[in-house]
Nanobody
Framework: QVQLEESGGGLVQAGGSLRLSCAAT????????MGWYRQAPGKRRELVAT?????NYADSVKGRFTISRDNAEKTVYLQMNSLRPEDTAVYYC?????????WGKGTLVTVSS
């Protein structure tokens, strides 16, 4: 069982930046697919970015967000730049280990206009 804990959320003005972190309680392996998802109020959870053998981004965040991982530190990051009010959501960390998924409890990001 792997537990994930997100941190780094908060309130930021439009155009600002935040860096989210996701710490795993156990080792993460190169074959694990790490990802960030978000859920805005009244909306479905959506993919933001994943990092498996390559990175993948939602069109809405391409060029603004960067996902990275440090397997030795058991941590995944999401650097978010040029934030927009529509980026406001709870951001969740996800680990997909050969089809078994683990989720964090989420961290709230609020972007004011």
């Amino acid at each position: 069982q792997v537990q994930l804990e997100e941190s780094g959320g908060g309130l930021v003005q439009a155009g600002g930046s935040l860096r989210l972190s996701c710490a795993a309680t156990r080792m993460i392996f190169s074959f694990d697919i790490m990802g960030w998802y978000r859920q805005a109020p009244g909306k479905r959870r959506e993919l933001v970015a994943t990092f498996g053998t390559s990175t993948n981004y939602a069109d809405s965040v391409k060029g603004r967000f960067t996902i990275s991982r440090d397997n030795a530190e058991k941590t995944v990051y999401l650097q978010m730049n040029s934030l927009r009010p529509e980026d406001t959501a709870v951001y969740y960390c996800n680990l997909n280990r050969r089809g078994t998924e683990y989720w964090g409890k989420g961290t709230l990001v609020t972007v004011s206009s």
